[in-house]
């Protein structure tokens, strides 16, 4: 499996004196998914929880939602001039009862880091059917609580401390305990594994939790807690008005610009109770 992090030589300037040292930066590597032996998409990653990222993908797109409809994951050889193994390919194999992914989810193109909904024909194409309905989740939290899940998070990425250059996604409890976290140089990278690492546990649908992720709430993240069965999302930056809207017609809960005891609240504001009122 590739490595998590690498060193880079650098030359760094402080007060207008330069030095010579190494700077330990996230890696960035491509990996594709197949899905019974056809390639499906390449996405660039971060290598770690590989499999977690193919399975959260999958349910990200409608393709699955039970880790029974799964016969097998595994890293597919031959990815060097020697046959060697890069773990850069990873082959899902569906159960037989599960139908393929339709052909319109073949993305002939890499999907980048920063964006993963690129290849998309158009905005129908991706709203999915959710198998679960987020808007009657009987999830009730409160703002104290959301106020400290970006401390929480922050604290927990062990691999943001020696490089400062990924994403994180959270999932908490109503109570603000960190039930799962996964970093990615793609934000919504992070969002698929930890979809994913609920699947292959049987923790789907995620009923009263709370999805926190770093940077902004797009559209590709809302869509995502839904089919993941989220009721709440919430990040440090802005939701895209899409993302708001997607939020609204799904009753899903979603915060922005969740920074110190400040946050907006978009949609579902029912679901906050404060403790002080």
Known sequence: MGRVTTRRPVVHIRDGRSSRR????????????????????VTMRTPGHDFDLAAGFLVSEGVIHDAKQISAIRYCAGGTADGGNTYNVVDVVLAPEVNPPDASLERNFYTTSSCGLCGKASLEAIRTTATWTVGSDPLRTSPEVLASLPGRLRAAQAVFDSTGGLHAAGLFTADGELLCLREDVGRHNAVDKVVGHALLTGLLPLRETILMVSGRASFELAQKAVMAGIPLLAAVSAPSALAVDLAASHGLTLVGFLRGTSMNIYTGTERLQSKSS
């Open 22 to 41: 190494p700077d330990t930066l996230v890696a960035e590597e491509p990996m594709e998914i197949r899905v019974g032996a056809q390639p499906l998409t």
